[in-house]
């Protein structure tokens, strides 16, 4: 299979967004692919270190995740980091507004990213926006 260069943007502070772009990361990174994902807006505050992972229910898919336990969409952006060399990056802008410092953050996260940045690299492969 061809690499593939997969790029996700990563907004809501919904679970089943976090869990899909979670889902998606791990697979396609583990499936070889050059994943880069940009955090920021409302899904920031789900990677600092500590933070919860219970994020609010979009829908009936958000309940049926979690009543089945399904893995942590964290866990999956760090099987993802770990174990698919996936790229996973707080966006600077939304630390800067919120006061954000890189090492709040959890130790899977590489360097704070600008979105200029970001989209110049995903270029030429596809965008996934959560």
């Known amino acids: 299979m061809a690499q593939e260069k997969i790029s996700i943007v990563l907004i809501s502070e919904h679970r089943e967004d976090l869990q899909m772009a979670g889902m998606i990361a791990s697979v396609g990174a583990v499936s070889g692919n050059d994943v880069s994902v940009l955090v920021s807006m409302n899904a920031l505050k789900y990677f600092l270190k500590g933070a919860s ?48 410092e890189w090492r709040d953050l959890e130790t899977f996260m590489k360097e704070p990213l600008g979105l200029t940045k970001f989209l110049g690299d995903a270029k030429g492969g596809q965008v996934w926006s959560f």
Not at 64 to 81: D, G, H, M, N, Y
């Open 53 to 100: 992972d219970k994020a609010p229910f979009a829908g009936q898919m958000g309940e049926i995740l979690e009543r089945k336990k399904a893995p942590s969409f964290r866990t999956l952006f760090e099987q993802a980091a770990e174990l698919g060399e996936a790229r996973i990056h707080p966006c600077s802008m939304a630390m800067d507004i919120l006061g954000v």
